[in-house]
């Protein structure tokens, strides 16, 4: 009797570690390394913003570095490392340092993406590294040296049919913004969504993608202020953005599988500690 138990005992052990064994493994995180600091932006805000906001609609696990104070001349310390990118997956350039523009400074930012890093480019960094090569522009995938002054505009649904535009409103209008002027769309680049200037009298690209070598490229020149970062459609469009990059977003918009976000299972509310009770009177 005590070995048929014990027989049944181990074949159900058996069958368990065999389903166990025949569950798919879950796919790590995606390791992205967001790069932010530098001038005329509240950096310290948005890198909560963006690392929450993004976690909380894909399956993305943060490494921020915020260094160069609110200079446009900062050669930040990461970059002093030739290897910088590695070991990421995606690097999201969120840094404004117009002015660090020394031809192998620029080279040595370049250089991971040229090999193969995917990125996301966001606001100013469109207008960083202003080396006297046009390198970093073909990297970003459109080249800009300013914008006008802060207004509220539409940002119109360019190409529907992208992956990344599922969920993005024919017409979005964003809040109180800057619309960088636009001088020219790289070849490489696809334009996603336009804004209208009243000041340049033309649409401007405001979101697109680009291959910079054997890397993708997601941009985006909105995201001055957090106000607008914080906005649904910002997150859910910059989420999709990212997932694409790594080839990691389905043609529906969503997480391709394993890349969903992490739920975390809810906390038990503690319990009501139980009232005392009131002491029965002694009998007389």
Not at 3 to 21: E, H, K, M, P, S
Not at 124 to 131: F, G, Q, S, T, V
Not at 250 to 276: F, I, M, Q, R, S
Request: glycine fraction near 8%; proline fraction near 8%.
């Amino acid at each position: 009797m005590r070995c048929g138990i014990l027989l049944a005992g181990l074949l159900g052990l058996c069958f368990a570690l065999r389903a166990v064994a025949a569950e798919p493994a879950k796919p790590a995180p995606i390791k992205a390394l967001l790069v932010t600091g530098g001038c005329c932006h509240d950096y310290d805000g948005q890198k909560k913003i963006l690392s929450e906001g993004i976690s909380a609609r894909a399956n993305v696990a943060w490494t921020i570095v915020q260094q160069g104070g609110n200079s446009t001349k900062s050669r930040i310390a990461l970059y002093e490392n030739p290897e910088w990118a590695k070991g990421f997956d995606v690097v999201v350039h969120n840094e404004c340092f117009a002015d660090a523009k020394e031809v192998e400074w620029v080279e040595r930012i370049l250089k991971p993406h040229r090999e193969g890093t995917p990125a996301v480019v966001i606001h100013c960094a469109m207008h960083c590294y202003r080396a006297p090569t046009d390198e970093w522009f073909k990297f970003v995938g459109v080249t800009s040296r300013g914008h006008g002054s802060k207004f509220a505009y539409p940002a119109k649904n360019a190409k529907a049919e992208h992956p990344i535009m599922k969920g993005f409103p024919e017409v979005w209008q964003t809040p109180n913004e800057e619309l960088y002027n636009i001088e020219r769309v790289h070849e490489t680049a696809t334009p996603l969504a336009t804004g209208f200037s009243p000041e340049t009298k033309r649409d401007e690209v405001c979101v697109w993608t680009n291959t910079y070598h054997k890397a993708r490229v997601f941009g985006t020149t909105i995201g001055h202020f957090n106000e607008t970062m914080k906005q649904e459609v910002y997150l859910d469009f910059l989420t999709r953005g990212l997932l694409w990059s790594v080839d990691k977003l389905g043609e529906d918009g969503k997480p391709k599988p394993g890349y969903e976000p992490v739920k975390l299972a809810p906390t038990a509310a503690p319990k009501e500690p139980t009232p005392a009770k009131e002491p029965t009177p002694a009998k007389k």
